[in-house]
């Protein structure tokens, strides 16, 4: 990589830092917004609700201090790396985060890997078949899967192969009450994981298919395209060689953005499938209104979108030599 | 001798609803070892058919109805797509037109070249990059081992085109076939591939079939010559023949289309002071890229620009692509802004005028765009396309309707075009269509960029003759961008020659033409194809041209 590269990396690196600062004061007032106030729900919880316990909690907090301190100490916080503490399970929110996030990644890393595999195959054969059988059953199942809402195909799929076939684990990460070890903890892990990261994914497998196939077609019809065919190349290799590499291109960019939900984009899935990643800890924080857990996972989501959307852009330089790094 | 390749009766359907059944129809000729063999024809003719018929690059939905093109013992038409294929790039290889699209993007170049080898050799992989080295060289490419390195978009139109030809000679082939090699390449540069391909055509005594709509390339390169209209073979026959006596009158017609090089004798008339338009110091630079890390890429497009445009007048703005012409042209338009100079309009400054006091000014300058096809609206009516600007000026909706049925019959369309959409109309019709709009608005100065380059001679010749007329009954000024000098030497009183962003030469056409001053000036004429054809003005009118040009 050049130094001009380097460079450029690090001057969007510096502008993604102003860019969450900024996003983390919205965040702050956004939250604050919502009506609701933690020290009720902890004492609620606990089962006290006299006014001066409620005082004490709000003290402990901070929560009694104007909204403007409580925002300049957030945000110097956060600049020392300093997320807070939970108010309900009194442990720093970064080490929470941080417990949570293996889980959602084998989940949405696999959706996002089944999604770009499964997408990409499907458009190259509808492609391929372009106005044949094949061809309309790809479309018209991209169309279904990306058409519906995904809590909805969750539901069906867990009623269908949990309740009524019986194959496949509906909650959870792994069988409760087993200790597995080894690989059956793996085969345990791998049976959870089939149901949420389908679900996840189809949704992008439809989005990426249909973009794969359309880009297919056009790219087959560009000069080149003649060109290599003129070489006497079959058609397989004109295929793999020059379509298809002109054609991800545009892929590449919608695979950007669903990397960028690698951590955030699981709520709804988690929620549903009870898997104990960060999705269902930021569900769990904002009925609890604990702000700080909730910052921090709006905090770390954004960063992955900024950072994704760097890593994008650097992998689109490396895959297109006609587009340089440098504005 | 025996033909090389033997076409025979050859006919191709093409899909029904078409505008006509056949591509081509019971079309013969034979291809001798080592002749050029040029097939011209304007668009729509099926030359580019038959080529891709040799080539078995037909689209899936067009089909060789009969007859039948023998290479070597092999009947084409009809031939298995597998064997086909080790015959593609091997012994038949062609190149097309657009040297912009037809390298992928992504591949390096030498991968481009030695995918040849791959596909139909057994060389390894040292022998693979050695030859494709020896080839870039063959092809007169500069620095060569960094060539091979390089992605297309680094290289330039002609070394695109280069890059091109050394991947269809790459396996010597027994024939090439050209498709308009060198219609998307400026004029120095398309001398040097036709020179090229000469050169390598004999070395290698290939025989070449050279599509083209170009007869100064025909009179540049052929041997023989083949006319296509309509998908018929009309004429058939050596160059001189064919171009100095054509018996086919579709053939006498489109040789009567080329504008001799020669420019017509004028009355120099006195230029009609003030000028209606003068331009002093324009300056225009484009900036890409560039911040606090990266340095800017600076090109100056326009560098000190001065000329005066007179009523009745026409000013010819030529030179390549990238001098600066369209540029100028746009900014003179305020459709770009300039940097600096002034542009004064019957007086008036407009150089640096604001969107809103511009706006009295707008109509009395209009434009006619370079491409038909894209230039109008495809969800308006020709009518309203016509009366949007005089409406946008304020003038009453009726009027303004009334208005455009007068400038249809102005530019000789039938006045039921007003309810119909530009995709009913065929380029020529588009681009009267364009003018009509530009009057609509009873300019003083038009300025013309490129208006008939994406149009065929006979059609060019009749959109030039209107433009001609026009002027002198409206007595209008007319700038005219163009990159053809044929045209330039028959239409412009004046011309101005640019290179680079500056104004090398600027003069009376004729005596530009006859006694270039300045190199580069010399250097342009000096490429003009078939510049020893048709260099008396006397052998064919030109029809139309000649006449408004007395």
Known sequence: MSIQTLLYIAGRLVKGGVVLLVIAIFNFFLIRMAPGDPAQVLAGEAGATDEIFLQQLREQFGLDQPLYYQLWIYVSNLMQFDMGITYRQQMPVFDLIMERMPATLLLTGAAFLLSLVLGILAGVVAAAKHRQWLDSVITVAALIFYATPLFWLAMMAALFFSVYLDWLPSFGMQTVGENFTGWQKVKDIGLHLILPAATLGLFFTAVYARMTRTSMIETSRLDFVKTAKAKGMKPSRVTTHHILRNALLPVVTLAGLQAGQLIGGAVLTETVFAWPGIGRLMFEALFQRDYNLLLGVFFISSAMVVLFNLVTDVIYCIVDPRIELSK | ?550
């Open chain 2, 1 to 550: 001798m025996k033909p090389l390749l033997k076409v025979e009766n050859l006919s191709i359907r093409l899909p029904a609803g078409g505008d006509r059944e056949f591509a081509i129809r019971n079309v013969n000729y034979d291809l001798m070892p080592g002749e050029i063999l040029c097939v011209v024809g304007e668009s729509g003719s099926g030359k580019s058919m038959t080529a891709n018929a040799i080539m078995g690059l037909l689209p899936k939905v067009i089909t060789v109805d009969k007859g039948a093109v023998i290479f070597d013992g092999y009947d084409l038409a009809s031939l298995e797509e597998h064997r086909a294929r080790t015959l593609r790039g091997n012994r038949i290889s062609m190149i097309f037109q657009e040297p912009m699209t037809a390298l992928n993007p992504l591949m390096r170049v030498e991968d481009q070249i030695a995918e040849v080898f791959l596909v139909h050799t057994k060389m390894t992989r040292k022998q693979r990059h050695d030859r494709t080295l020896a080839l870039l060289e063959d092809v007169g490419l500069p620095d060569p081992h960094k060539m091979l390195r390089a992605y297309p978009h680094q290289l330039s139109g002609g070394q695109r085109q280069r890059v091109m030809i050394a991947m269809a000679l790459a396996l010597e082939p027994s024939i090439l076939i050209a498709d308009e090699p060198t219609t998307a390449l400026d004029v120095t540069t398309q001398a040097q591939i036709l020179k090229l391909i000469k050169e390598l055509q004999r070395k290698h005594n290939t025989a070449v079939m050279f599509i083209t709509h170009d007869f100064g390339v025909v009179a540049e390169i052929a041997d023989r010559v083949a006319v296509m209209e309509k998908g018929e073979m009309v004429e058939l026959g050596n160059r001189d023949a064919v171009l100095n006596n054509p018996q086919h009158d579709y053939t006498k017609k489109l040789i009567a289309a080329v504008p001799p090089l020669v420019s017509p004798k004028r009355e120099i008339k006195p230029l009609q002071v003030p000028p209606i338009l003068s331009v002093e110091n324009l300056c225009k630079t484009y900036r890409t890229g560039g911040s606090w890390l990266s340095k800017a890429r600076i090109v100056k497009a326009a560098d000190d620009v001065s000329f005066e445009l007179h009523r009745g007048e026409t000013l010819g703005l030529v030179g390549e692509s990238g001098s600066g012409k369209s540029t100028v042209s746009r900014c003179v338009v305020r459709l770009l802004n300039s940097d600096s100079g002034k542009i004064r309009l019957s007086g008036s400054e407009i150089q640096s005028l604001g969107t809103k006091e511009l706006a009295p000014f707008r109509k009395r300058i209009q434009m006619v765009f370079q491409d038909p096809y894209a230039s109008l609206n495809p969800r308006k009516t020709i009518g309203q396309i016509i009366a949007d600007g005089p409406i946008a000026q304020g003038m009453p909706r009726k009027d303004a309707f009334a208005k455009a049925a007068e400038l249809l019959a102005l530019v000789e369309l039938p006045i039921a075009a007003i309810d119909r959409y530009p995709h009913e109309f065929s380029g020529g019709q588009r681009q009267r269509v364009g003018i009509a709009r530009a009057l609509a608005h009873d300019p003083e100065v038009l300025v013309a960029d490129e208006a008939i380059s994406a149009l065929d001679v006979s059609v060019q010749a009749q959109i030039l003759d209107l433009i001609e007329t026009l002027k002198k009954r409206l007595n209008l000024a007319v700038l005219f961008v163009v990159h053809d000098l044929r045209v330039a030497a028959q239409v412009c009183d004046r011309v101005i020659v640019m290179q680079k962003g500056k104004i090398v030469e600027m003069g009376d056409t004729r005596q530009v033409f006859e006694s270039p001053a300045h190199d580069y000036t010399k250097s342009l004429i000096a490429s003009i194809p078939g510049a020893n054809w048709r260099s008396d003005t006397t052998a064919v009118t030109a029809s139309g041209v000649q006449e408004g040009a007395a």
